[in-house]
């Protein structure tokens, strides 16, 4: 994940740690794919084995897994990174990383007194 946002230079990680949150959404997200997989197949299929529901269950897991991560995470940010919706929002050009003042930048092997 890149350190700021390539659209609108926003930094994806307010502080380090920002993100353990996220696994708490991400696993509600999981309990709910697991809980709508498992009620669709015992009503359009009407209760099949317990290995289809282990595979299919199991499928959906993995495919719904990446969609998981990045919207817990949008979700984390949005809600607790001081991010606010813009409905109306325009493509900015990235913005320049800063640099320290050539005051207080060394070369490489020097000792700074």
Excluded: H
């Amino acid at each position: 994940m890149p350190a700021v946002c390539p659209v609108c230079g926003q930094p994806t990680e307010p502080e380090p740690g920002f993100y353990y949150g996220a696994m708490f959404v991400s696993y509600a997200f999981s309990v709910a794919i697991f809980a709508v997989t498992a009620a669709a197949l015992y009503f359009l299929f009407g209760d099949p084995a317990i290995w289809v529901y282990v595979v299919v269950v199991g499928l959906n897991a993995m495919l719904f897994t990446p969609l998981s991560v990045r919207y817990s995470r949008m979700l984390m940010l949005y809600l607790f990174g001081g991010v606010p919706y813009t409905p109306d929002w325009v493509r900015y050009e990235p913005r320049a990383r800063r640099t320290a003042p050539a005051s207080i930048r060394t070369e490489p092997g020097l000792k700074s007194s």
